[in-house]
């Protein structure tokens, strides 16, 4: 699960010029999801077709945007946030059990069942571990063999501190601290920590003035919104190339270099500067920067460490967020006030806020957490008097208690999406996450759903 997909279908309605076949700028620094490159087309039955084309063939293609650091990484598990095993859970169930332990050596070729080979962690961890071998056996053949990578430098980001391949003689191989800059190689240290790839990737904005971001992964829209969003946009730029986000019947229209990938599917670049600054004329707020702002609404409408919010969609939440320019999304108690406020418009009566509420800063500030619980109770009794309302639903909706603890899901999202591998633990407080008997972690009330 990632965020919801008519988040990028919205902003590529309004600010299409962010959309482009090719990158608006050359990035210097370009950070592959090897998360995602794990996943194989059906076609593909040799580990070393694997290689070749998942790996080798990208990181070519990424030297050849311009960039002179390309950095593959992969999730280090321990420190994946615990918040995320909900969504591993899910994952997991949809797939076969399949039967490999830590003493199993890969076999001959790629399993059939890759998706459920995939899913078994012990698998996939000796996957990666000898995608990493082979691929720095490949970069090392490359530096002395082809003249065209002599000054290129190659990182994996895997575990602990990321190994960095380049050529001993090369202008920036005299030692690995004099890779970039003599003051900037400090990059190293903030990588150690890191766990998903979505965080991995912003510590070599340090180190770029362009980063270009290759995965499919929706999250890295308000990451990347979060992460740059006090900065101007004249000294860091972040690019994303992704899937294309269609907004009309998908067609055999070629890509831009004239021929459909080997898939089928099409890339776009995303740049983010353009989407932000439209997202600062567009997105009203009053009491929170207008970037925090759609980016808690993403949160709410569903992510990885959230569930989807029952009835209320993106296109829900933005036609109405200029009623919700009085409160503060990121704010658990004020956001769970402001699903009310959205559910009163979608079932009571438009334009009308509910009963003891006010649409005001002042009153959203001061608004305590069982007031918020008492509006949304009274107004989903409401809603559960409606005869126009199907019963299917008013089974959907949740009750408060599920209702508060999305909330503060959203707000540790929130928070991790902001300060990366500094985010406190989802246990540390109140962030609507509990363990079960086994230790395992869930959401609150999460047996409801």
Request: proline share 5%; hydrophobic share 40%; net charge positive.
């Amino acid at each position: 699960m990632t965020i919801h997909a008519d988040f990028f279908k919205i902003v590529k309605e309004g600010c299409g010029q962010a959309f482009t076949d090719e990158p608006p700028l050359s990035p210097d620094v370009v950070f592959i999801d090897g998360q995602v490159k794990l996943m194989k087309a059906d076609a593909i039955k040799s580990w070393e077709l694997f290689f070749q084309i998942q790996f080798y063939k990208t990181i070519e293609r990424c030297f050849a945007l311009g960039a002179h650091t390309v950095v593959l990484g992969f999730d280090n598990y321990e420190h994946v946030p615990s918040s995320k095993a909900m969504t591993q859970a899910k994952r997991a169930k949809q797939r076969v059990d399949y039967d490999f332990a830590h003493t199993s050596a890969l076999p001959n070729s790629p399993p059939e069942d890759w998706g459920s080979a995939m899913a078994n962690r012990t698998f996939k961890v000796k996957v990666i571990s000898r995608v990493l071998e082979v691929t720095r056996a490949w970069f090392e053949q490359k530096l002395k063999t082809d003249a065209k990578f002599a000054n290129l430098t190659l990182v994996l980001d895997y575990r602990g501190v990321p190994d960095v391949v380049f050529a001993p003689d090369s202008k920036r191989g005299l030692s690995a601290k004099t890779f970039v800059d003599e003051n900037d190689w400090t990059v190293l240290d903030s990588c150690v920590g890191r766990g998903e790839c979505d965080i991995k990737a912003f510590a070599w904005l340090k180190i770029a003035r362009c980063l270009c971001i290759v995965s499919v992964d929706g999250d890295f829209l308000p990451l990347s919104l979060l992460q740059t969003f006090a900065d101007a946009g004249e000294t860091r730029h972040v690019l994303l190339y992704r899937m294309l986000t269609q907004l009309a019947p998908a067609s055999n229209k070629r890509n831009s270099s004239g021929t459909r990938s080997a898939s089928g599917r099409q890339y776009e670049f995303v740049h983010i500067a353009p989407v932000r600054d439209w997202l600062l004329s567009v997105f009203p707020s009053r009491v929170v920067n207008p970037i925090q702002q759609f980016c808690a609404m993403v949160a709410l409408c569903g992510c990885d460490f959230a569930r989807n919010l029952p009835r209320l969609g993106p296109r829900s939440l933005w036609k109405i967020r200029h009623r919700l320019h009085n409160c503060d999304l990121t704010d658990p108690t004020q956001a769970l006030c402001a699903i009310s406020f959205a559910y009163h418009d979608m079932f009571i009566n438009k334009n009308t806020v509910p009963a003891r509420a006010t649409n005001s800063t002042a009153w959203f500030r001061q608004a305590t957490d069982a007031l918020a619980i008492e509006i949304y109770d009274e107004l989903a009794k409401r809603v559960d008097q409606l005869p126009r309302v199907s019963a299917k639903i008013k089974l959907q909706l949740w009750s408060s208690t599920t209702s508060r603890a999305h909330t503060r899901n959203a707000s540790w999202t929130m928070m991790y999406w902001t300060l990366l591998q500094n985010a406190p633990d989802p246990h540390a407080a109140d962030y609507g996450y509990e363990r079960d008997a086994k230790g395992r972690t869930r959401f609150v009330a999460e047996e409801s759903i």
